[in-house]
């Protein structure tokens, strides 16, 4: 089983930077960010692959940077120009073909609020 521990999270203003950070048990091929508010399905927010091919939402292209350091089974997002709208628990994921089902973390609370 593959742990994801997470970092990061809490409270800005509207055009605020935050940083989360996600660290691996083991070495994962893909690893990412999604994000939920209540009443709404998970969604992608941004995922990188170890050749460090990136993926981002569409609401986020542009202010949000992931990035990985695959020394340390690391995934991080930058979070700039924060909007109220992304607020919601974010979820670090990672996915391999070694393993058959997602991995997912605990999940850290991102506020965006004046």
């Known amino acids: 089983q593959v742990h994801l521990v997470e970092f990061g999270g809490g409270l800005v203003q509207p055009g605020g930077s935050l940083r989360l950070s996600c660290v691996a048990s083991e070495t994962m091929f893909e690893m990412g960010w999604y994000r939920q508010v209540p009443g709404k399905k998970r969604e992608l927010v941004a995922s990188i692959r170890w050749s460090g091919d990136t993926n981002y939402a569409a609401s986020v292209e542009g202010r949000f940077t992931i990035s990985r350091d695959n020394a340390k089974n690391r995934v991080d997002l930058q979070m700039n120009s924060l909007k109220p709208e992304d607020t919601a628990v974010y979820y670090c994921?990672?996915?391999?073909?070694?393993?058959?089902?997602?991995?997912w973390g605990l999940g850290t609370q991102v506020t965006v609020s004046s």
């Open positions: 994921n990672a996915q391999d073909g070694r393993h058959p089902q997602d991995s």
